[in-house]
């Protein structure tokens, strides 16, 4: 049997799998947790099992299907992601136009990527489907906000939280990935856990700049007139408005769990603003996004959202 990648996620597979080894299929699955904590590598590792012709053992490794799989050549396998931002409803009846016929092999697999990402007429595309899956037909909706998907999707899937890794563990992966241990030891923690995150930083020298500019822009922040000054600086974000959201969710979680680490989350803090203002802001924030509402208000309903008192 060809084994998990990843060390630190053993006893979640262990978990993921249970069904798929005594032969039950579970059609839909929500992989739901920060970017870079093995969520991609899961949904492909069950995939290569649900495909794999080996009797037992599976994955093996070695059978045809398999050899697609390490190939990243694999019919079995389709992978959705946004196309940049949003996931259209076009591309969700392509995907599924793809699944609808028998597929030579055992299964068909489907991977979306960022599965919050589609609007709101692409789940309802995709509902329909995953109402009355095909027999072959797998679906891992990969997402960090699972709350942002449709109640109705989320209560046909099975919902699979992937919690963030120990420091160590990140540490670790960054130094297979070549990060000097030194540099390893000092990324980890920014990370919170996150090994993709961890990556990114480690390849983004203007990752600290980034930071302290949101950390700044946030110490001015103390009510809705203020809004109109720190909107500007805010904006200057636009072009990372993925670690402006991931960096705020963080936060929403520190202050909801009264665990307050960071110099951002404790600034917002000393604010006055509650988690969970916070992390409905974030998540209308993202929605909005996806649904192409522009940078610059979508930025602004942010700043007063996470002032709203719940
Ligand atoms: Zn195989």
Redesign the pocket.
Known sequence: MQPFPIKAREALITQIMRPVRTGRIVHAMIFAGPAGTGRKTAAKYVAQTLC???KAG??????A??RRFRDSNAPELITLAPDPKEIKIEAVRALLEGISLRPEGKMKCVIIEEADRMNPSAQNALLKTLEEPPEYAVFFLITQHPSVLLPTIRSRCTLVRFAPLEDEEVEEILINHGVSEERAHSIAPMARGCAGKAIAISGDAEYPQKTETLLNAMKDLKTERDVASVGPAIAGMRDDEKLLSELLEECAQELMHEDVRTPLARTLQENGIDGAALMQAVIGFVRMRASNVSFQYAAEMLLYNMLKPV
């Open positions: 794999c012709d080996a599976r994955p093996c490794g070695v059978c299907s398999c």
